[in-house]
């Protein structure tokens, strides 16, 4: 391959990264009305983290990403263990527990303007609401 033709397989792949992670996000709540009835909450949930991170392990060798440091890595794992299992894994109970999809996604979907009311009551002004109009 020359160089040109690289340079324009990065440039695709790179355009394709967020399509794929919203495709991916976007998915779990469907994905989880119609599989817990058939597995429990939590496998379902390891599974699509497991696909989920070979494939951006995929992309990352194609694209020759550098790779975080260990102390990088050990604080994207809290995060990630708290947005698997606190948050996605009390969405996936709950449908399991024949809440309805939507209602979890409305209700989860709220997350960010909480979130931001919370930080505008902890004496940080109105700064947090006003960061998610620019989201």
Request: net charge positive.
């Amino acid at each position: 391959m020359t160089l040109l033709t690289n340079k324009k397989l990065h440039q695709w792949i790179l355009a394709l990264i967020p399509i794929q992670f919203v495709f991916l996000w976007s998915t779990g709540f469907i994905g989880a009305k119609f599989t817990v009835a058939y597995s429990d909450p939590f496998w379902l949930l390891f599974l699509r983290g497991f696909f989920s991170c070979i494939t951006f392990i995929i992309i990352a060798s194609i694209l020759k990403s550098p790779w975080p440091s260990w102390t990088t890595i050990k604080k994207q794992m809290i995060a990630g263990i708290m947005l698997q299992a606190m948050f996605l894994g009390g969405a996936f109970k709950a449908i399991s527990l024949n809440m309805p999809a939507t209602f979890v996604s409305l209700v989860t979907g709220l997350q960010p303007i909480l979130t931001a009311l919370i930080i505008s009551r902890k004496g940080q002004g109105y700064l947090g609401f006003n960061g998610e109009g620019l989201s």
